[in-house]
């Protein structure tokens, strides 16, 4: 008879594997200390709650790594926000806001002061890429004279 795991919902499996993780040692070292001692129960539970800890202590390590790095993502995010921002004024109020720019969006904002809602339009256009020309800043008839 073959196991097919794909009809089996997949938090199902989940809890299966995590208690396999935590018996298959458990009884590994239940079974190590009954070839020492002939006592296997006890042994057995200490082991599994040990192995219960380990595991509950590396799960609040790793959710811990976990949300500093999604919080540096968001600092990061945020940082980048705030570099691409714009002093634009209120179309209502004419007072300068501060707004973060996102071409990927609609950009509306509410007016700090008049609390309008705003809307930001771009305008784009290309120029030519072009070298300056050599000038003389101490003037055209320089001779060497005073």
Request: aromatic share 10%.
């Amino acid at each position: 008879m073959k196991l097919n795991l794909n009809k089996i919902p997949s938090n199902i499996v989940l809890i299966l594997l995590s208690l396999t993780a935590w018996i298959i040692p458990s009884l590994s070292l239940s079974f190590a200390v009954y070839l020492l001692t002939n006592h296997f129960i006890v042994p057995f539970l200490i082991n599994l709650g040990i192995v219960y800890l380990i595991g509950y202590i590396m799960d609040l390590f790793f959710k811990y790594k976990t949300q500093n790095k999604i919080l540096k993502f968001e600092i990061d995010t945020k940082t980048l926000e705030l570099q691409q921002s714009v002093e634009v004024s209120c179309a209502y109020c004419k007072v300068i806001n501060v707004i973060p720019v996102k071409l990927n969006i609609r950009n509306t904002f509410e007016c700090n002061s008049c609390k309008q809602i705003n809307l930001m339009i771009f305008q784009f256009a290309t120029a030519q890429v072009t070298t300056p020309l050599e000038t003389n800043l101490l003037g055209a008839n320089n001779n060497g004279n005073s």
